[in-house]
């Protein structure tokens, strides 16, 4: 595993209830960090690690249906799931064909790229995380997803689907190289899990956006408080001032 390099104690600011986890794909078995002790789901794991608890999982340590292991690139997809049988039989969606569908959008790692995941809280993080996953509020959201549009001007979505949540925190971000968030109470198998109560922003950085958004953190205010703007008269008078001064600017 690549050692920490990067400096997180700027999210410090947020005050953030539950822990920023950092997470990590590798091939090589972690060494200094013990291995999981108890039968989690993926999207679980968050809140594992959020607790103070860094633990890497092994290839045998999956106890979900075998998405997880395929949207890891480690074994392909049984009849049964990528068939649709069982989303249909399941009621989450209309039919078997609506739910094989949805296997077309399911994004995973390169095949036999990954034989480990490692999960630590950010205050523990021996390592530079493929995703750092963020659980906020709407106020704390708003600063965090827009740092990185605060020196690119891209802008930010989420993707995502009422399934296999894990595939677009964790997964989707890094193959994508794009910020990405999901809403709890939005995923149907979280939900059943009782992970997280409903309404929290679950923001995954990938490895390819943290410095941008480190950097723009040290720069961008940040208030904790959610307040009101000041109202539309008040407002416009505020930009239509602004616009003025510009256009003598660029008169002059």
Request: hydrophobic share 40%; glycine share 8%; charged share 20%.
């Amino acid at each position: 595993m690549s050692p920490v390099t990067r400096d997180f104690s700027v999210l410090n600011k947020f005050k953030f209830e539950r822990k920023p986890v950092g997470v990590q794909f590798t091939a090589v078995k972690p060494k200094g960090i013990k291995r999981i002790a108890k039968e989690l789901n993926f999207c679980e794991m968050i809140k594992e690690a959020q607790e103070g608890n860094a633990f890497y999982v092994g290839p045998d340590d999956w106890v979900c249906v075998g998405v997880e292991q395929a949207i890891l690139g480690m074994k392909d997809v049984e009849t049964i799931l990528v068939s649709g049988m069982l989303g249909g039989e399941d009621k989450l969606f209309a039919s078997a064909s609506a739910c094989r569908a949805m296997y077309q959008h399911l994004p995973h790692l390169p095949k036999n790229s990954v034989q480990y995941v490692v999960f630590a809280p950010v205050d523990k993080l021996s390592f530079d995380p493929d995703v750092l996953v963020i659980t906020a509020n709407i106020n704390q959201a708003a600063t965090i997803l827009r740092s990185v549009t605060y020196s690119t001007g891209e802008p930010f979505a989420s993707k995502a689907l009422p399934v296999v949540a894990c595939a677009w925190i964790y997964i989707y971000p890094v193959v994508s190289g794009e910020i990405n968030y999901y809403i709890t109470g939005l995923g149907q198998g979280m939900q059943q899990l009782n992970i997280f109560p409903p309404g929290l922003f679950l923001i995954s950085v990938p490895f390819q956006r943290i410095p941008t958004m480190l950097e723009n953190l040290k720069e961008m205010e940040y208030d904790p408080e959610l307040k009101p703007g000041p109202g539309g008269p008040a407002h416009r008078k505020r930009v239509n001032k602004l616009m003025e001064a510009l256009r003598k600017k660029i008169k002059e």
